[in-house]
């Protein structure tokens, strides 16, 4: 099962094992008894390496944060002369 973190408004951190399927936002802190909120992190899956989780944070990133593209993938090079010279190339579809 994955382990979340909480962290107690007095910053102490722990973390607890829950089963995905009902991970409680709140839980108490065992060194002050206070509320403890569960912090918005990636559980860990000990099954997952660490690279995954990369993945998935970018994916979820691009979801609503887009990365700008000023270009398009090869406009540079279509932009250019090109790699040949000869014009029997020049009838070749382009994409
Ligand atoms: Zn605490």
């Given at each position: 099962?994955?382990?979340?973190?909480?962290?107690?408004?007095?910053?102490?951190?722990?973390?607890?094992?829950?089963?995905?399927?009902s991970?409680?936002?709140?839980?108490?802190?065992?060194?002050?008894?206070?509320?403890?909120?569960?912090?918005?992190?990636?559980?860990?899956?000990?099954?997952?390496?660490?690279?995954?989780?990369?993945?998935?944070?970018?994916?979820?990133r691009?979801?609503?944060?887009?990365?700008?593209?000023?270009?398009?993938?090869?406009?540079?090079?279509?932009?250019?002369?090109?790699?040949?010279?000869?014009?029997?190339?020049?009838?070749?579809?382009?994409?």
């Amino acid at each position: 099962m994955p382990t979340y973190t909480y962290r107690c408004s007095d910053s102490h951190g722990f973390d607890e094992v829950h089963p995905m399927t009902s991970v409680p936002d709140a839980s108490t802190c065992p060194e002050c008894g206070g509320d403890a909120r569960r912090r918005p992190a990636a559980p860990h899956l000990s099954a997952v390496a660490s690279s995954a989780y990369g993945l998935i944070d970018a994916a979820a990133r691009s979801a609503h944060e887009p990365s700008v593209v000023n270009s398009l993938p090869g406009a540079a090079r279509r932009a250019g002369t090109g790699i040949t010279r000869n014009p029997l190339h020049a009838k070749l579809p382009r994409h």
